[in-house]
């Protein structure tokens, strides 16, 4: 099983993107999605993540109001929809999942190569 992370680019302050994180087999039908980032220098940090069963979404505070995960469950995708970007936001994108929910990248076993986001001021 393999994760696939897409939908990173150059984009401007104000600006939006999608990502998506497609699954090459059923890893999807549980547990939990989640998206992480990492900036040059800088500690991978939690983004989002979402539970397929529920659908429970969950968000870091600084993303929370700017940033959607949703998941399509037919195409065994999982989406961020980002709005608002800033510059801050810059960093590689990683989907992760795992069987339980967490802010720190422990509790996610499989995970994909991640998707570069550049935002420029």
């Known amino acids: 099983v393999q994760l696939q992370a897409s939908g990173g680019g150059l984009v401007q302050a104000g600006d939006s993107l999608k990502l998506s994180c497609a699954a090459s087999g059923r890893i999807f039908s549980s547990g939990v999605v989640g998206w992480f980032r990492q900036a040059p220098g800088k500690e991978r940090e939690f983004v989002a993540a979402?539970?397929?069963?529920?659908?429970?979404?969950y968000y870091e505070d600084s993303v929370r109001g700017r940033f959607t995960i949703s998941r399509d469950s037919a195409k065994n995708t999982v989406y961020l929809q980002m709005n608002s970007l800033k510059p801050d936001d810059a960093a590689v994108y990683y989907c992760?999942?795992?069987?339980?929910?967490?802010?720190?990248?422990?509790?996610?076993?499989?995970w994909g190569p991640g998707t570069l986001v550049t935002v420029s001021s």
């Open positions: 979402i539970r397929w069963g529920t659908g429970m979404r």
């Open positions: 992760a999942w795992g069987a339980e929910y967490g802010t720190t990248p422990k509790p996610y076993k499989k």
